[in-house]
């Protein structure tokens, strides 16, 4: 709010004005002038709009929810006003493109993934990891590469150094970019897979002090060619997809944070019979999504069955997780 500064007329002891009836009059023109002043200053209107600080706290827009790890503590932000992300370097970026795989950074320092933000911009959607050295911003980009697959609209971000993440998945709106997952890796490190609902091309920039890996997606005209990534519950299915045909041996691969990161696989036939069952065990649950694959030795397929992969309910023992429509080779 403004403030105004001004001074009084001056005043004798017996309380009547020296400079006559002069002042009064410039008074009385000057005190609606003040007041109308202050109207506008205080409603934000006209030139001085564009001095205001126009960036939202992430906390106080819906879409900015933080999402609950397993105690229900709160997790760093997700998805931030969209003029937040466009600070990041949105001048200094080089055009788009659809390379199968990229990399870069240097060094090992960043081991903490402290927050993952989203904006909107006009012709594309901004996604920045703002990476850390423990619980402090990092100086600079660590080591990454990047896994793009054009025909199911999955990027995935691997960060081999990072071992710890404040934040575990997210929704990025009803756009482009439906949302993403924090994983930690087969071999090591932390990856970050982002979805997308059509067909995109990327960039990636990289900012210093602090350390922020930006990847901005853009729509590239296209539908995707394989269906998504099946989620249910705590749990996510890479491979197969919903539909896709089988054979002996079977690979199935995903993610969870299903209770003592256990996942259970089913196979049944058309007539709900039972022809595998295994449980395999993900290398996290209670700090992020744990990752898991296994390979099963399938006896003869029906032409149509159905794949379940999850856990029972601590509540009931009821199935929670992913079932999806699979055929026999």
Excluded at 176 to 190: A, D, I, K, T
Excluded at 251 to 259: M, P
Excluded at 281 to 290: C, E, K, L, Q, V
Aim: charged share 25%; net charge negative; with cysteine.
């Amino acid at each position: 709010m403004l403030r105004a500064h001004g001074r009084t007329s001056t005043e004798k002891d017996d309380g009547t004005d020296r400079e006559g009836p002069l002042v009064r009059r410039v008074g009385a023109f000057l005190l609606p002038l003040l007041a109308a002043m202050l109207v506008v200053g205080c409603s934000g209107a006209g030139p001085l709009e564009g001095a205001m600080d126009t960036s939202v706290d992430a906390e106080s827009r819906p879409e900015a929810a933080a999402v609950a790890t397993a105690e229900d503590q709160p997790e760093s932000t997700v998805g931030v006003a969209s003029s937040d992300a466009a600070e990041d370097g949105a001048g200094g970026a080089g055009s788009f493109g659809a390379e199968p795989r990229a990399e870069g950074g240097s060094g090992y320092e960043a081991d903490t993934l402290l927050a993952v933000r989203h904006g909107v911009h006009e012709d594309f959607e901004r996604v920045v990891l703002d990476l850390g050295a423990g619980e402090e911003p990092a100086g600079a980009v660590p080591r990454w590469t990047l896994d793009a697959t054009e025909d199911d609209g999955l990027l995935r971000v691997n960060l081999p150094s990072a071992n710890a993440t404040a934040v575990s998945d997210g929704g990025f709106g009803d756009r482009l970019l439906e949302g993403f997952h924090v994983v930690r890796g087969s071999e090591g490190g932390l990856f970050v897979d982002v979805l997308a609902r059509k067909g995109f091309s990327y960039r990636v920039l990289e900012l210093e002090d602090p350390a922020r890996l930006i990847v901005d997606f853009e729509p590239a005209g296209r539908s995707i060619k394989k269906p998504p990534p099946a989620e249910g519950g705590e749990t996510v299915l890479l491979e197969p997809r919903s539909g896709a045909e089988i054979s002996d041996p079977l690979t199935v691969s995903g993610y969870s944070r299903n209770f003592e990161a256990a996942n259970t696989i089913v196979l049944t036939n058309d007539r709900g019979k039972v022809l595998v069952r295994e449980t395999v065990i993900a290398n996290d649950w209670s700090s992020t999504w744990g990752y898991f694959e296994a390979t099963l030795n399938l006896p003869p397929l029906p032409r149509k069955g159905t794949l379940s992969v999850g856990t029972g309910s601590a509540r009931d023992g009821s199935f929670e997780g992913v079932e999806i429509p699979v055929r026999g080779g």
